[in-house]
């Protein structure tokens, strides 16, 4: 493990209960990829109301959990170090299976670009060896 949620709580402002990173797996030696784990637990909150008779995690919170894992990755750069990430699109995001309590969702999030400070990457999901989203998402580093 390279950071632990204590040390992820150094790098980006989220807490609980909107902090969905639960570590950091790696970060590539090229500084491009990054792998995230979030242990998913039927007592957190989206679960009150999100089909209380079966847990499904909202894909919204499944993206936003990948956007934080991309998060770290941007804030963890010695050039972005004390400023924010800011959601800023996504695109051909793909929902392939649901993810449920007792779900360890692996994250992985690609930079692919950088323009007019706009950071892109694509994104996947998956519980075990099964895809669980796919997309790319964007990004703004700010102030």
């Not at 990173?21 to 999100?50: P, Y």
């Amino acid at each position: 493990m390279l950071y632990n949620s204590n040390e992820i709580q150094k790098i980006i402002p989220h807490r609980y209960p909107f902090l969905l990173v639960d570590c950091i797996e790696s970060i590539s030696e090229d500084g491009k990829t990054i792998v995230g784990r979030k242990c998913v637990t039927a007592n957190e909150m989206q679960f009150l109301g999100h089909f209380p008779d079966k847990h499904v995690m909202p894909g919204v919170l499944i993206i936003e959990a990948l956007a934080q894992t991309g998060c770290v990755l941007l804030l963890s750069k010695e050039e972005n170090k004390g400023k924010i990430a800011f959601f800023a699109g996504i695109n051909k995001a793909r929902f392939k299976r649901q993810v449920i309590p007792g779900d360890v969702l692996t994250m992985t999030v690609t930079l692919t670009k950088e323009k007019g400070g706009i950071y892109f990457a694509t994104i996947q999901a998956k519980v075990e060896d099964e895809i669980a989203v796919t997309g790319e998402i964007m990004c703004a580093v700010g102030e």
